[in-house]
């Protein structure tokens, strides 16, 4: 008996993949491919737009709002990135109450070969970002069961209980601002010359990533030792414009399994001209604190520039390093059922 419940089991899971590749135009071929169809319109540009990361979403029906004790829960998930970078060993917390619902250790389904069981609770992911062949980005869905345990081993009195499914995700992720700004060495105007450009703040909106660099304020400041080498300063704002939290970069596997106290830790780094290291700008912090999900950081061009130099534009990188983790979940009624 026990057998012929499992093959059912596996036959209704494989049914539920069926219908979800059914609804995406295509079939099953279409699914299985990755990212959505090639967009030869997409420039590098458009990549780095939008404040999302990986996004996570309960398919439809799933898991069913309620069911009766001893009966077969089916999850289902989509997981897609919807980000400029890649995510590479990634994680997720799948979160049951355990005392009400016992999940299927052989049920897990994934669309490609990127998700997999680490422990009862925790899978490793791979998903890609957004690229000039799939604009969109990368996705996977993956599905599984568990099953309703009886209600009266635990609450004889209950008709029913309501139990919290949830999925969170800790992944690594990064954010590339590329911004012009106009570098002044003639701060006092001695040259008596036209400027090609002029020193002005930068507001920005967002670059592909749920953490973007929304202001560059732009100083040029004569140094006290010599006044005729003036050195380009930047304040720089941050902001976290995504759904989620940011955590340390090296912390984001006890995000999903230990738990952590060290949110909102961002590093950066910032170049002036090329990324290279004889161009990278000295910053008063390397890892910002973000409180209430905005912080700020000031680095400076300590090689700095003659007064000969005059006004000229140059792009400036900034490159934040960080984790990132949110969390999905639905209810479902447990419904006891009286003999």
């Not at 012009?180 to 990533?209: M, P």
């Not at 990278?280 to 130099?309: A, M, W």
Request: glycine share 6%.
């Amino acid at each position: 008996m026990l057998k012929i419940d499992r093959i059912k089991k596996v036959m209704i899971m494989l049914v539920v993949l069926l219908f979800i590749s059914g609804c995406k135009g295509n079939g099953v071929t279409k699914f299985f491919k990755k990212g959505s169809d090639f967009n030869p319109a997409t420039t590098s540009a458009d990549l780095y737009k939008g404040s999302k990361g990986l996004t996570m979403e309960f398919l439809e029906k799933t898991p069913s709002a309620e069911i009766f004790e001893g009966g077969v829960l089916f999850i289902g998930a989509k997981l897609a990135n919807e980000g400029a970078y890649d995510i590479d060993n990634g994680f997720l917390l799948l979160n049951l109450e355990r005392d009400y619902m016992q999940l299927e250790q052989d049920s897990l389904r994934s669309l490609t070969d990127e998700v997999s069981f680490i422990d009862d609770n925790h899978m490793r992911f791979n998903v890609n970002g957004k690229s000039i062949e799939y604009p969109d980005g990368d996705y996977d869905v993956i599905t599984f069961a568990a099953d309703a345990l009886p209600l009266s081993r635990l609450d004889p009195s209950s008709e029913s209980y309501e139990a919290v499914v949830s999925l969170t995700s800790c992944y690594e992720y990064q954010t590339r601002a590329i911004e012009t700004v106009c570098i002044d060495s003639d701060v006092y105007e001695f040259k008596k010359r036209e400027k090609a450009c002029k020193v002005e703040d930068k507001s920005l909106s967002s670059q592909g990533a749920p953490i973007a660099v929304t202001k560059i304020e732009s100083e040029m400041l004569p140094t006290r030792e010599n006044t005729a080498i003036v050195k380009p300063i930047f304040i720089i704002t941050i902001n976290n414009v995504g759904g989620g939290k940011a955590v340390k970069k090296r912390n984001i596997r006890d995000a999903c399994f230990a738990g952590t106290t060290e949110w909102d830790f961002i590093d950066i780094r910032a170049y002036l001209s090329t990324i290279e290291e004889a161009n990278r700008l000295d910053c008063n912090i390397d890892e910002i604190k973000l409180e209430e999900g905005t912080g700020t950081v000031i680095c400076t061009y300590e090689k700095g520039f003659s007064d000969d130099v005059g006004a000229f534009s140059s792009p400036l990188y900034i490159i934040l390093d960080y984790g990132y983790t949110d969390t999905v979940f639905e209810k479902v009624k447990i419904k006891r059922i009286f003999r």
